[in-house]
Antibody, heavy 120, light 110 residues
Framework: QVHLQESGPGLVKPSETLSLTCVVSGDSISRGGSWWSWARQPPGKGLEWIGE???????NYKTSLKSRVSISVDKSKNQFSLDLNSVTAADTAVYYC????????????WGQGTLVTVSS | QSALTQPASVSGSPGQSITISCTGTSSDVGGYNYVSWYQQHPGKAPKLMIYDVSNRPLGVSDRFSASKSGNTASLTISGLQAEDEADYYCNSYTNSISYVFGTGTKVTVL
């Protein structure tokens, strides 16, 4: 069974960098053809896709976040990370990591989510 | 990329069928057969219900079905049950090499 678990600070100050890690078990982030994603959900609002990375190192990001976001991977630890810089209160959300499905065009396994609040 | 448009709420009585629409553009829903649907109960992570427009993952009830016509995708829940009460989100791949979610629909079982 595939399991994803997010971790990171629950509170980040405005203008600083939000950094989260997603540890994967039950699958390898190095598996050929695999894509892995981050999404978020502000309190009481809808889901927003942030970006994804391919096992080869390729990344794709939501256009409006591209200048502030970076997704990286640590294959030795079977985990991937999200960095979002210059955060504001609008970045307060539950952040989810997810696995893109076998055909890559959907998200079949999700982490439980972690709430990050941006506040001084 | 603007969010796909869904009705804010849909309700039905137990046993009835309801349909949730998801309207996008030719740059997303209309341009690709890569529409998926997610169920989200309060405080929980989203759960994949439908992928590639109309396919159900193993373990998802066949009471859930979906289709697409032009720029609009639809999710139908047949034989509505109390456990179906949740938020539902559609998602589509886009020509910006990205994904966009719908605005979300709250399903209420009366």
């Amino acid at each position: 069974q595939v399991h994803l678990q997010e971790s990171g600070p629950g509170l980040v100050k405005p203008s600083e960098t939000l950094s989260l890690t997603c540890v994967v078990s039950g699958d390898s982030i190095s598996r050929g053809g695999s894509w892995w994603s981050w999404a978020r959900q502000p309190p009481g609002k809808g889901l927003e896709w942030i970006g994804e990375f391919h096992h080869s190192g390729r990344t794709n990001y939501k256009t409006s976040l591209k200048s502030r976001v970076s997704i990286s991977v640590d294959k030795s630890k079977n985990q991937f990370s999200l960095d979002l810089n210059s955060v504001t209160a609008a970045d307060t959300a539950v952040y989810y990591c997810a696995r893109n499905g076998d055909s890559a065009w959907y998200f079949d396994y999700w982490g439980q989510g972690t709430l990050v609040t941006v506040s001084s | 990329q603007s969010a796909l448009t869904q009705p804010a709420s849909v309700s039905g009585s137990p046993g009835q069928s309801i349909t949730i629409s998801c309207t996008g553009t030719s740059s997303d829903v209309g341009g690709y057969n890569y529409v998926s649907w997610y169920q989200q109960h309060p405080g929980k992570a989203p759960k994949l219900m439908i992928y590639d427009v109309s396919n159900r993952p193993l373990g998802v009830s066949d009471r859930f079905s979906a289709s697409k016509s032009g720029n609009t995708a639809s999710l139908t829940i047949s034989g509505l049950q109390a456990e179906d009460e949740a938020d539902y989100y559609c998602n589509s791949y886009t020509n910006s090499i990205s994904y966009v979610f719908g605005t979300g629909t709250k399903v209420t079982v009366l």
